[in-house]
């Protein structure tokens, strides 16, 4: 670790203007841009990263109001994320402006994304705030990742040189670069490596019996990298395009099992793709065309007397073309419309006996209208959602399917002083058709799915005021809602040793959302920050009063859930302390008495301070200690989540 501070200390061959990290009023300006939305629209940007003592993706993820975050524990962990207990199918993913895909699982692991390399992290609920964007991004939930990318003044290189080293076997270290080549022209580049033992220790209670031991066969080591190139054109456009690559090399952990602690699984995931966007506007026009061609493997395998030969692999190759555009129009000063499309064509193949070559085509179109004044902006879409399915071999295919969804927002200006407080509310219908592995794996697929139909009510307040020069802002918000999903797709067991996936499900969700972030200066320089949220959420199922989980929290779902940070930003070193909760769960929908997780809160501190070095160059050091009063908890049944540990962090700008 001393010879990397070594390097980092170093590298100083040009002056460059700094990267910095802002002031606190404008970090918590962008925190809150969404406040005269209409809709829900939560974000945190690279500097509230450090000024909340947020830690990894998971931890971030864990900021936002009504996220119910899956984590199977470990750093660099599958994390998924379920939004307002719709599941996590219906939360898209977005990475610099175009969604990242998975038709196999339908669910994106936000593991595999690092907080070091982002610039900011979103999350808009029922539809998107832009009237003009891909139809994909108008999914129920939408959690939007932008890279660090700048624009330097001159043609020197810029970037970032970090690195971290923590418990159970933790480091990684990370570069970003960047550079204007010509006057409107920009490359960047970013590459991270993450290795981590995992072996944490945790506690097996069964009976009167406890038992310690350390988590086994749980290494992972991960490669990142991507480039950047950025073309202004024009007087307010740009091309931006990308080309991605990661490479995740796990052993899986598996499940812990009473007086069983190994396993032999490994798993290796590769994801590569190249994307690229160009929009533009002139006067009253607006428009975009971009195209993105992803390719995913994941290969499985375990090792055991119970299979043929004693070996297990499962292998599956996975492609997607994708390409979509818009256009919108300003009307009238103060109505505007707005047309986009999206063609796809996504196909998967594998070495099992069956689904050995599946294909689906999408088309999806939206209509946009909008109307803006000073004080009312109403949003109404419609969405035409068409699906063809295919297979080779003469096998059956999944049914095709087409739907007509409408949506509905508005945010309306209740008070302009002594604060800004808006009312805002919508409807939204969408629909999320069957994955591959639910449409066609091996046993357990059904070809007969129909897709989930979901309907969304929301109605909420924001709330934002400076009250005086030692309170420069307050901001609240608060957001109920009514979720229904029909034909929930669920797996049931047909005998012991068989499941089958079926349409079955009929889910409600009512909830509560609130927020709450403010600003404190005590004194000149000094700035206590406050951020907090919390979630009700009552999901519950409704498929038939005969079915043992009628009325019962679905598995997995806390009723209560929130997440508070407490910053003491200071010239000399600032310090952080925050913590997150969640209720009783239970990992069954029919609640037997086994089978309850009890409820977790978990804190953490942080300590941090930045150096002002020579010709505008800084270097910021972090310790962050996780899990302070060693919580033990799990977030999904045996699957132990780590007790405390240490992170140490060292970044350089120049």
Known sequence: MLLFVAMLLGVAAHPTTPDTLGTAEVTAARRVAGISTPVSVQRIDSAAFTMRGITDMGDALRRFSGVNLRDYGGAGGLKTVSVRGLGAGHTAVSYDGLCVSDSRQGEIDLGQFAVENLGSIELQVLDQAALLCPVRQLASAVVSLSTRGTMPADRRWHGTLEGQQGAFGMWSPCVGLSKRVRERSYVGMQARYFFA?????????????????????????????????????????????????????????????????????????????????????????????????????????????????????????????????????????????????????????????????????????????????????????????????????????????????????????????????????????????????????????????????????????????????????????????????????????????????????????????????????????????????????????????SSSSWHKQLAYTPVHSGSVSLTWDDPWLSLVVHGTYASKRWNTHNHLPTTDLPAYSEW???????FALRRGQTLTLRADLQNAFDERYEVIRRYPMPGRAYKLSLKYQF
Not at 325 to 347: E, I, K
Not at 465 to 471: G, K
Not at 604 to 610: D, F, I, L, P, S
Request: proline residues 4%; contains cysteine; charged residues 15%.
């Open 604 to 610: 953490g501190m942080a300590a941090y301070h930045t």
């Open 197 to 545: 033992d995992n072996d944490y220790p945790f506690t097996v209670i069964n009976g009167s019996a406890t038992t310690h031991w350390k988590r086994e066969n749980s290494r992972m080591q991960s490669v990142t990298s991507e480039l950047n190139w950025t073309l202004l054109t024009g007087k307010s456009g740009s091309i931006r395009s990308k080309v991605y690559f990661h490479h995740n090399y796990r052993h899986l952990p598996g499940m812990v099992h009473y007086y069983v602690n190994g396993s032999n699984e490994r798993l290796l995931e590769q994801t590569a793709f190249a994307q690229s966007r160009w929009q533009q506007r002139w006067g009253r026009w607006e428009a975009f065309v971009a195209g993105k061609y992803n390719w995913q493997t994941s290969q499985y395998s375990d090792v055991g007397a119970g299979y043929p030969g004693g070996h297990l692999d499962q292998n599956y190759w996975q492609r997607e073309a994708y390409l979509t555009m818009g256009a919108s129009y300003d009307v009238l000063p103060w109505f505007r419309a707005a047309y986009a499309t999206d063609y796809a064509h996504a196909s998967l193949n594998s070495n099992l006996r069956t689904d050995n070559h599946v294909n689906r085509d999408s088309w999806l179109q939206s209509l946009s209208l909008q109307l803006h004044t000073n004080r009312v902006q109403l949003t109404a879409r419609a969405q035409m959602h068409s699906y063809w399915n295919q297979t080779e071999g003469g096998a059956s295919s999944a049914r095709d399917a087409q739907r007509l969804l409408p949506s509905v927002t508005a945010s309306v200006l209740v008070l302009r002083n002594p604060f800004a407080l808006y009312v805002r509310g919508g409807y939204k219908e969408s629909f999320r058709m069957p994955t591959f592995t639910e449409s066609y794996y091996y046993h357990q697929g059904s070809t007969n799915l129909k897709p989930e139909l979901t309907r969304q009510l929301s109605l909420g307040l924001t709330l934002r005021s400076a009250p005086a020069p030692w309170l420069p802002l307050l901001a609240l918000t608060a957001d109920g809602y009514y979720n229904r999903v029909r034909d929930r797709i669920v797996s049931i067991p047909i005998n012991l040793f068989l499941w089958k996936t079926a349409n079955l499900g009929d889910v409600r969700t009512a909830g509560i959302d609130l927020t709450l972030q403010s600003i404190f200066k005590p004194a000149q320089r000094h700035s206590i920050l406050l951020s907090a949220n919390y979630s009700l959420t009552h999901c519950t199922d409704h498929t038939s009063p």
